[in-house]
């Protein structure tokens, strides 16, 4: 697989620091049920890394010292690591919010069967990825029959409350298109995905949120290898705004690997681009403990137009949005 860093570098992007920290974005292990075309983690079933409990005790003494409103649990599927409950239990115990940016597929994983249950009774915050609500569009990006296995977790979380109104649980969904495009507007889609997905399917949930794919691993690969990568740059470079530059996720969020070190995000992260933190070339988490990042500069270069090309991405969708 072609590495798009060398090629990213080159590409300058405004210098941004960071603002005050309230995320903790948590990267557990690059195992996955799936292996889907466009994962900026190059996640898949093979992959072997994954958080250690000590690792998972440094993440909950972190969200306790430094007072940290929300805990962001991602991977791979981040439910197939030992770690997973508990970090959420840990974390709910503390009254922090937790989100779990999850499949749906595996919610059928042999072994997960009481799984929508935990991540209900624990009030945790459901992401989960749909680019599509149509079968064949689903199927070309995530694979064969994970359309069918989506809608049933779909369900399996409506019925427990997840998505309807005043049950305080939470179910949003994520668009990333097909290929080298901007995504189109979250709240036009929004609406389209909530008229088919309730018509054809019953099913409901709160928000849709719109990210532009990342020029960097398995998706950046492809783009290399269809010749595609520099105009997909030029398309990102294009739709820069400036105005996005305040809300990109970076400046309020770190993220940590499944080893403790620390990154502006968790595209940074797949980078290989530690959080820069003086002389020193990485950070671990532990290393932050009893240290303020606020102000440091934030590590960027071109996959960064990803973030503020057109309405924004950020891992809240849509940074137009999330403004207003
Ligand atoms: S489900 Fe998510 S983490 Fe797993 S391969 Fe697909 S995009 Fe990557
Ligand atoms: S990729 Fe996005 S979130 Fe990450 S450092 Fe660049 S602008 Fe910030």
Redesign the pocket.
């Known amino acids: 697989m072609r590495d798009t860093w060398p090629l990213l570098e080159q590409i300058a992007?405004p210098p941004?620091r960071r603002g005050p920290l309230h995320t903790l974005q948590v990267n557990v292990g690059y195992r996955c049920n799936q292996s889907c075309v466009h994962c900026h983690v190059n996640a898949g079933p093979n992959r072997t890394e994954e958080m250690p409990r000590e690792v998972a005790d440094v993440v909950l003494a972190f969200l306790e010292r430094r007072r940290i409103s929300t805990l962001d649990i991602t991977g791979g599927a981040p439910e197939l690591n030992a770690q997973f409950r508990g970090l959420v239990t840990g974390a709910r115990d503390m009254g922090v919010h937790v989100i779990d940016r999850c499949n749906l597929t595996i919610l059928e994983v042999p072994g997960q069967e009481d799984l929508a249950a935990f991540l209900a009774a624990q009030q945790v915050e459901i992401v989960a990825s749909m680019p599509c609500y149509l079968e064949d569009n689903v199927e070309r990006q995530r694979g064969k029959g994970v359309f069918d296995a989506s809608i049933r977790g779909l369900r399996r979380l409506n019925a427990l409350g997840y998505g309807r109104d005043g049950s305080g649980l939470v179910l949003n969904l994520v668009y990333n298109p097909q290929g080298p495009a901007l995504p189109p507007a979250q709240d036009r889609l929004e609406t389209d995905y909530k008229r088919v997905l309730g018509e054809h399917h019953g099913i409901v949930f709160n928000r849709l949120y719109t990210l532009a794919n990342?020029p960097i691993q398995r998706f950046g690969a492809i783009l290399i290898a269809k010749g595609e990568f520099d105009r997909y740059l030029d398309l990102l470079q294009h739709a820069h705004l400036d105005a996005n530059l305040d809300q990109?996720?970076?400046r309020n969020l770190i993220s940590v690997d499944w080893r403790g070190f620390v990154y502006?995000?968790?595209?940074?992260q797949m980078l290989d681009l530690p959080l820069g933190y003086g002389a020193r070339e990485r950070m671990q988490l532990s290393d932050l403990l009893d240290a303020d990042v606020e102000e440091l500069p934030?590590?960027?270069?071109g996959?960064?137009y990803?973030?503020?090309a057109g309405q924004g991405s950020?891992c809240g969708g849509a940074l137009k949005e999330a403004a207003e």
């Open positions: 992007f941004i990342m990109v996720m970076c502006d995000c968790d595209f940074n934030i590590r960027v270069a996959h960064c990803g973030c503020t950020s």
